[in-house]
């Protein structure tokens, strides 16, 4: 009996957890292998099939490429912006706590929030960014940012970068902290210039910090949702359409459980590979010789 007695300290919390996370996720799979519609009203168990059609689903793939791309791009720019954040924010200057709180305040604000704000800013009539690059003569008349195929995803981009970028420096911000002084203090000792000694010095160390901080910002852009949904709605055109918007459309709006179930698995698997392949980089250097 005491050797159960911490497993049934356990089986609440076990519980808890089991019937918001473990069963909707089970449910979701069965329902990826049923035909169930709210709106033909079917519930029959049809095996593989909605996973062969997402195969020949020109939508799925242009979602599953937008979504790619959105994490593939956002992910580099938050953590390259986020790096140099971090490394003058680690520095010791003149009011660096007020900055430091100052930073956060993008990434602590609701997303819709930041959604409808560069709505406003990228306006295509009466948006301030257009308005700046008139002025500066940079464009001759104004450029509907959220109308446009060529433009909608690269200004979602920048929405993303301006929200999350403080996250990254953040993360990174504290790897920084963790890298001895000494260090520091013998490389600019043996001459090493500021560039030096971050390639040699504080990259080398603060390489694992890299990987996890990009892991868990690359996990996060791929489930993208509020921010396309609110700016665009996946448009014009499908330009902005991703896995999470398109799989709310065919569940919420289609009524189609089924086959939104099973787009909704195809991004859950995509996630996993995503996981996965950091995974092996972080250990790979968590057990490589210093």
Same mark, same amino acid.
């Given at each position: 009996?005491?050797?159960?007695?911490?497993?049934?300290? =356990?089986?609440?919390?076990?519980?808890?957890?089991?019937?918001?996370? %473990? /069963?909707?996720?089970?449910?979701?799979?069965?329902?990826?292998? $049923?035909?169930?519609?709210?709106?033909?009203?079917?519930?029959?168990?049809? @095996?593989?099939? +909605?996973?062969?059609?997402?195969?020949?689903?020109?939508?799925?793939?242009?979602?599953?490429?937008?979504?790619? /791309?959105?994490?593939?791009?956002?992910?580099?720019?938050?953590?390259?912006?986020?790096?140099?954040?971090?490394?003058?924010?680690?520095?010791?200057?003149?009011?660096?706590?007020?900055?430091?709180?100052?930073?956060?305040?993008?990434?602590?604000?609701?997303?819709?929030?930041?959604?409808?704000?560069?709505?406003?800013?990228?306006?295509?009539?009466? @948006?301030?960014?257009?308005?700046? %690059?008139?002025?500066?003569?940079?464009?001759?008349?104004?450029? +509907?940012? /959220?109308?446009?195929?060529?433009?909608?995803?690269?200004?979602?981009?920048?929405?993303?970068?301006?929200? $999350?970028?403080?996250?990254?420096? =953040?993360?990174?911000?504290?790897?920084?902290?963790?890298?001895?002084?000494?260090?520091?203090?013998?490389?600019?000792?043996? @001459?090493? @210039?500021?560039?030096? $000694?971050?390639?040699?010095?504080?990259?080398?160390?603060?390489?694992?910090?890299? =990987?996890?901080?990009?892991?868990?910002?690359?996990?996060?852009?791929?489930?993208?949702?509020?921010?396309?949904?609110?700016?665009?709605?996946?448009?014009?055109?499908?330009?902005?359409?991703?896995?999470?918007?398109?799989?709310?459309?065919?569940?919420?709006?289609?009524?189609?459980?089924?086959?939104?179930?099973?787009?909704?698995?195809?991004?859950?698997? $995509?996630?996993?590979?995503?996981?996965?392949?950091?995974?092996?980089?972080?250990?790979?250097?968590?057990?490589?010789?210093?």
């Amino acid at each position: 009996m005491p050797r159960l007695a911490p497993l049934l300290f =356990l089986l609440p919390i076990a519980v808890s957890l089991g019937s918001v996370s %473990l /069963y909707p996720i089970l449910n979701g799979l069965w329902l990826s292998f $049923t035909n169930t519609s709210l709106v033909t009203q079917e519930h029959d168990f049809i @095996g593989l099939e +909605n996973y062969a059609q997402l195969l020949g689903d020109d939508l799925f793939w242009n979602a599953w490429r937008h979504t790619v /791309y959105f994490t593939v791009v956002s992910t580099l720019a938050e953590t390259i912006l986020g790096l140099v954040m971090a490394l003058l924010l680690v520095e010791h200057f003149a009011g660096r706590s007020i900055v430091r709180a100052a930073m956060l305040v993008p990434w602590a604000m609701p997303t819709v929030v930041t959604s409808k704000m560069f709505g406003w800013l990228f306006d295509g009539q009466y @948006g301030v960014v257009n308005w700046a %690059l008139r002025s500066s003569g940079l464009i001759a008349e104004n450029i +509907n940012w /959220y109308g446009s195929i060529d433009h909608a995803m690269t200004t979602i981009i920048i929405a993303d970068v301006w929200k $999350t970028a403080p996250f990254m420096a =953040l993360l990174l911000m504290a790897g920084l902290q963790t890298i001895p002084k000494s260090l520091i203090e013998a490389a600019r000792m043996d @001459g090493a @210039g500021p560039v030096a $000694t971050f390639i040699h010095v504080r990259l080398p160390l603060l390489m694992s910090t890299l =990987l996890i901080a990009g892991m868990f910002r690359a996990l996060d852009a791929f489930r993208v949702f509020d921010l396309v949904y609110v700016l665009t709605g996946g448009g014009p055109a499908d330009a902005t359409e991703t896995l999470s918007t398109l799989s709310y459309k065919t569940l919420f709006s289609a009524l189609q459980f089924g086959y939104g179930s099973a787009m909704a698995t195809a991004m859950f698997i $995509t996630e996993a590979l995503i996981a996965i392949g950091f995974g092996f980089f972080i250990m790979r250097k968590m057990r490589a010789p210093r």
